[in-house]
């Protein structure tokens, strides 16, 4: 089946959700909204997020072809265990969780196996949450992450692929749900971690002396902690790694200013100049 | 005298010299802009950054009441060692660099008893260098630190603050040159120490990761990297305290990861979103 002939079911009308909805609608051969909350439903329903609109999954997955899940990692296992029995077989179902190892492993194992999970994450966003904030053009020339297990087809990375190309997206990227996990880690974790434990060495007369640098450096510190919170415990081991690396770097560089070894702290800076502009 | 009156020499007509000229221009009685390059000062005349232009010392330094000094940290002692004979007694002499206790104490201790050298440290700036980048509204908004120490007279104080409220600044605000050094350790240095030993992690496939928290946190990242070894050394002490204290919530943090201490993980980044706000 092509994929402009799919009918598609988006679970959870948030900032992702409802920026796939919004970004699919005419592309493909339906499109269903789900989700719990009528407000949120009557917000779709005002801007036409999707062909129809469902307060109740077992109105809609009985139709679908493809399901993306767009809720919080927590909730895709807990929502794919209760509604699985409406699922018909050779349905793809996708998530977007910024987490992919546990929760791949733990959906994969859950569901039938006529019916194929893809984990997969989108590398947009913006600042704030929720529906209001959803627009066609969230996904227009970024990165989008598909990582598949040995359980996943071809068949369904090339659908996947497909579908998330009518987004607009740049590029297709897969890795391993453990080579994802480490890697965000570190672009996305970290940054948190960094940002948060400079924040905390704030003294009143500080700011006096805030610049540029220490702004942008401290941006992502007005954290939603519930949510960081169990991203950080979802990827321990990633991140106890990202961390035990950091210190390596952090102590060569400690030494380097104890012993003034200027050629040895130029060469680190000129290293991350380095890095910097090939990215 | 009032201030409006004054004679000034701005020496060094780069990013921050320029735009303190600029910003005086018509304010005061005269202004003069001091540089070693012709490139420069044809570059001045033509955007008028002052009322006249010199390339020797010896012919506008005599005719000054107040002297800014906006070289790079290292030639501010140089330069008033080499011309310290050019300057007439009661001339107020100021520097603008980013550092300040090394260069307050070596200062006043080459210039003779009846000249009065002040630190300060205007809190603006924008990426790049140079005197293209100079404009007049540069420290509009802004706070200006002043670092006097007991060798100062009020009189200086006085005048300093008359003159760089000339500029536009939000608030004029005193520090003693340790008190600034230790603070711009946290605010500046550690922002930088951070965003190069974070980008010092980097893989080829981290690019398909990176959003917008990894970008702001190694923006500066693009480091001036003699300037910053510089910086670096001359604030070393201060820095290593900085470092040893940001180790500290580093273990506290990895600690509490380790042990899945939720709560108190949620805690500290509850802490950092606290001050973020506040800030």
């Keep these: 089946m092509n994929v402009s002939e799919c009918q598609v079911t988006v679970v959870g009308l948030g900032l992702i959700g409802g920026s796939i909805a919004l970004g699919l609608m005419g592309k493909v051969g339906k499109v269903r909204g789900l989700d719990v909350s009528e407000d949120i439903l009557e917000h779709a329903r005002k801007r036409r997020m999707a062909d129809e609109l469902y307060l109740h999954p077992e109105d809609c997955l009985p139709h679908s072809d493809?399901?993306?899940v767009a809720l919080y990692p927590r909730q895709v296992e807990a929502f794919l265990l209760q509604n699985r029995e409406y699922l018909r077989p050779k349905t793809l179902v996708m998530d977007v969780s910024s987490i992919k190892e546990r929760i791949v492993h733990a959906v994969q194992k859950i569901l039938p196996p006529e019916i194929e999970f893809l984990g997969t994450h989108p590398m947009a966003g913006r600042e704030g949450r929720g529906i209001e904030r959803a627009r066609e053009e969230m996904f227009l020339g970024s990165y989008y992450l598909l990582t598949p297990t040995e359980k996943n087809t071809p068949w369904a990375i090339k659908k996947a692929t497909s579908l998330v190309e009518l987004l607009g997206v740049l590029k297709v990227v897969t890795l391993t749900p453990k080579e994802h996990d480490a890697l965000v880690s570190y672009t996305s974790q970290m940054p948190h971690v960094l940002a948060s434990l400079?924040?905390?060495?704030?003294?009143?007369?500080s700011k006096y002396l805030v610049g540029g640098s220490f702004k942008d450096a401290t941006r992502v510190a007005t954290i939603n902690e519930d949510l960081w919170v169990e991203l950080f415990m979802q990827n321990k081991k990633y991140l106890l790694m990202e961390m035990d690396s950091f210190e390596d770097r952090w102590n060569d560089?400690?030494?380097?200013?104890?012993k003034e070894d200027t050629a040895h702290l130029r060469r680190i800076l000129q290293q991350a100049k380095m890095f910097k502009d090939k990215l």
Tied chains: 1, 2.
């Design 66 to 68: 493809v399901v993306i």
């Design 198 to 205: 400079l924040m905390n060495g704030f003294k009143d007369k």
């Design 253 to 258: 560089f400690k030494e380097a200013l104890q």
